[in-house]
């Protein structure tokens, strides 16, 4: 069974930074594209980046270019997201997905990150 | 990096069916065969729904179909059930990034 459970989220102050985890197992996360999508609070699903199975390829959303930065431990079943000079629009629950061809296939339950003072 | 257009809201009774829009341009949803659907009940994870325009994961009722016609979209869910009222979103590849658009919450009455 598939199963994606994010951590990290949490309140953070506009400017500061917030690194992600989603811990993945029942799948061969060494040979999967991985991706991350947010959703604010009572709004949309947005894409926000991904990543192929050996970290040499990564794609961001024009929002969080310059600021994001995914990644990737393959020995540990672990995808990452590093979140720095965060905005308050960035305040979201983050979900990470295991990709299958162009779709979203699993998602995880997702995480709160919250950008306030 | 435009949201798709969805249509805010739409409503059927139970056994009706009811079609959901998605328009976007030829750089996303026009130009490619990736146009996928999620449905998401509240507090809940996104689930898919119809991936590569009109195919369905193992396990969804074949009650949801999608077809796609030039740069728009659509999810139809025929003979509506109480479990199907839900948010549902479009997606479809952008190349090397996606969209997604701005959701349709559905409702059974």
């Known amino acids: 069974e598939v199963q994606l459970v994010e951590s990290g989220g949490g309140l953070v102050q506009p400017g500061g930074s917030l690194r992600l985890s989603c811990a993945a197992s029942g799948f061969t996360f060494s040979s999967s594209w991985m991706h991350w999508v947010r959703q604010a609070p009572g709004k949309g699903l947005v894409w926000v980046s991904r990543m192929n199975s050996d970290g040499s390829t990564t794609n961001y959303a024009d929002s969080v270019k310059g600021r994001f930065t995914i990644s990737r431990d393959n020995a540990k079943n672990t995808l990452y997201l590093q979140m720095n000079s965060l905005r308050a629009e960035d305040t979201a629950v983050y979900y990470c997905s295991l990709a299958g061809s162009y779709r979203f296939d699993y998602w995880g339950q997702g995480t709160l990150v919250t950008v306030s003072s | 990096q435009s949201a798709l257009t969805q249509p805010p809201s739409a409503s059927g009774s139970p056994g009706q069916s009811v079609t959901i829009s998605c328009t976007g341009t030829s750089s996303d949803v026009g130009g490619y065969n990736y146009v996928s659907w999620y449905q998401q009940h509240p507090g809940k994870a996104p689930k898919l729904m119809i991936y590569?325009?009109?195919k369905r994961p193992s396990g969804v009722p074949d009650r949801f179909s999608g077809s796609k016609s030039g740069n728009t979209a659509s999810l139809t869910v025929s003979g509506l059930q109480a479990e199907d009222e839900a948010d549902y979103y479009c997606?479809?590849?952008?190349?090397?990034?996606?969209?997604f658009g701005t959701g349709t919450r559905v409702t059974v009455l």
């Open positions: 590569e325009v009109s």
């Open positions: 997606s479809s590849y952008a190349g090397s990034i996606y969209v």
